[in-house]
């Protein structure tokens, strides 16, 4: 099926959020964009293939928007232009899989920050990410700002007054 061309503008404005806040936030960090996550197919062989043959026939997997590897921790990116709640899933996953990328494995001993960054605010995102132990980041560039001014005002704004009691939802629970 051909994508839309909302989808591909959506998923290069995306792009381009991920890659200018790597570039102002992170610019000394080395920085893997679009990262394959995940174990290889265990029906690769191991000694028959070059790295690179390898790791071209692990591209089924699921890809994080960035790595970046510091000296004492690895900083795992998602972001999003438009809230999207399944990005903080996506984001869980990946930190799960991360340890398991073999591109990856000589970074294997280093802690994990999880960090999700868009340009819109949403408290129920932000309450579920804190929950998580994931760190959400408001990154607003002027060009963000611009295109959000051009969308609808339905899908541009800031979700307000969204405060989720996590005591009431544990004691309903029981």
């Not at 290889?40 to 970046?68: F, K, Q």
Request: net charge positive.
């Amino acid at each position: 099926m051909a994508e839309s061309a909302s989808f591909k503008q959506r998923r290069q404005t995306e792009r381009l959020l991920c890659s200018q806040f790597v570039a102002e936030h992170y610019p000394r960090a080395r920085t893997y964009i679009q990262q394959y996550v995940g174990p290889n197919h265990p029906e690769i062989p191991e000694g028959e293939l070059t790295v690179g043959e390898r790791n071209a026939m692990g591209t089924g997997r699921r890809r994080a928007d960035a790595i970046l590897i510091l000296p004492d921790k690895i900083v795992l990116l998602e972001t999003y232009v438009h809230v999207q709640l399944g990005k903080l899933s996506q984001l869980m996953t990946y930190r799960e899989l991360l340890p398991l990328t073999p591109e990856l494995k000589e970074y294997v001993h280093l802690p994990i920050e999880a960090i999700l960054v868009g340009a819109q605010r949403d408290p129920i995102l932000d309450q579920m990410a804190a929950r998580f132990d994931i760190k959400v980041v408001i990154f607003r560039p002027k060009w963000a700002l611009a295109y959000l001014d051009e969308l609808a005002a339905r899908k541009s704004r800031d979700r307000k007054n969204a405060i989720l009691s996590f005591e009431k939802v544990d004691r309903l629970r029981g």
